[in-house]
Each structure stands twice: as C-alpha cells, then as structure tokens.
C-alpha cells in the first residue's frame, strides 16, 4: 500500500474483518450464497494479506506468482458460476483486479524494494489504462452498492414504513444488508489499493 504505514495497517484489518464475516456467512443460506460468501472471504482475506504495510512483511518474489495462480483460478471460477449468477461477473473482475496488482507488483524493478507493498505499488505503476478502468468500474460498484445501503420508504395505504426493520431469520450472519456492506468495503478497499498502484 502506497502511504502512510497506518492507512496499510486500518485498510489490512478492514480487509481481515470483511473476510472473517463472509467467512461467517458461509454457514447460513442457500448453496449459491455459500458459495459467494466464499469467494469473498477469499477476496477480504487477499486483499488484507495484500495490504500489510512493506514495513513490516516484504513477502519473497514467488509470493506474487502464488497471488496471481490463485486469484486466477478465482477468477476462472467465476466466470464458471457466472452463468448461474450476474454476481459471479463481479467476482470475475475482482480476482482478475488481484491478479493484475499480484503482476505488477512483480513486475520489474520491485524486487529493489523489498517485493510488496508501498514501495512496490509505485515502482511497478501497471498499464495506466487498465489501472484506470478499474478504478472507474469499483468507483461506479461502491456508489451503486452505498446507493442500495439507504434505507427505501414503503408507502402502505398513507403510511410510511421503513423496509428492513425487525428481526431476520438465521440471525445477525444472514443479514443482507451487512452482506452488502462488507461488498462495499471491499470495493472501496480494492478502489484504495488500484489507486495506490
């Protein structure tokens, strides 16, 4: 993460916490939203792993090729489930987001710097383009996402009634707006790092 230490250090737990309630979230519901809760808490965990400031861990340069092998089989995966779900595109382009950024911190000139984080971001820079598509796709994502966290009034005969109010069932882990919360963070996050890039 290009900065100071401690906007690596809150990005690395947001990251990390965003993770472990996906991670929750894998017990309760359907199948398929078993399924998407894992693919986050594999992204919440790879971004918190990605973010740890270089200060502290400067990870060996094959650490990039693991990144990129993994979040290339995520991404592949995606596309696959895809076809049963529009969410899976956006899982595509997230673990396709962190192999690039698994490749261009890789990329020439970064070993010098110790392989990771700060120092990493800004010598390999990636392909200014991309980097930017990227940034405005999680920039459209996060406004979309926060959009959809504000609360919509019900009109029921003259009266107005606040959706989403009272209990839900399979308790505080399958609570969709913290779902779509923790998608917005990890958009945000992604967003933060493309920035740094």
Not at 59 to 65: C, L, S, T, V, Y
Not at 78 to 101: E, T
């Amino acid at each position: 993460m290009h900065g100071p230490a401690m906007s690596g250090w809150l990005l690395m737990a947001l990251c990390a916490l965003t993770g472990a309630y996906c991670l929750l979230r894998t017990r309760a519901g359907t199948g398929e939203e078993r399924r998407t809760a894992r693919a986050e808490a594999l992204m919440g965990f790879g971004m918190a792993a990605m973010a740890v400031p270089a200060a502290v861990f400067a990870p060996p340069a094959w650490a990039w090729a693991v990144y990129a092998a993994l979040f290339g089989v995520a991404a592949l995966r995606a596309l696959w489930f895809s076809r049963r779900s529009g969410h899976h595109l956006h899982h595509l382009v997230g673990s396709s987001a962190m192999v690039y950024m698994a490749v261009a911190m890789a990329g020439p000139g970064t070993a010098a710097h110790g392989g990771h984080g700060a120092h990493t971001m800004a010598a390999a820079g990636g392909v200014p383009l991309l980097t930017g598509l990227l940034l405005v796709y999680y920039a459209a994502y996060v406004l979309r996402s926060g959009a959809r966290l504000i609360p919509v009034a019900v009109t029921a005969s003259g009266g107005g009634v606040v959706a989403g109010g009272g209990p839900v069932p399979g308790g505080w882990a399958a609570r969709p707006e913290l779902a779509l919360a923790c998608r917005l963070t990890m958009g945000i996050s992604m967003f933060a790092m493309l920035l740094t890039l």
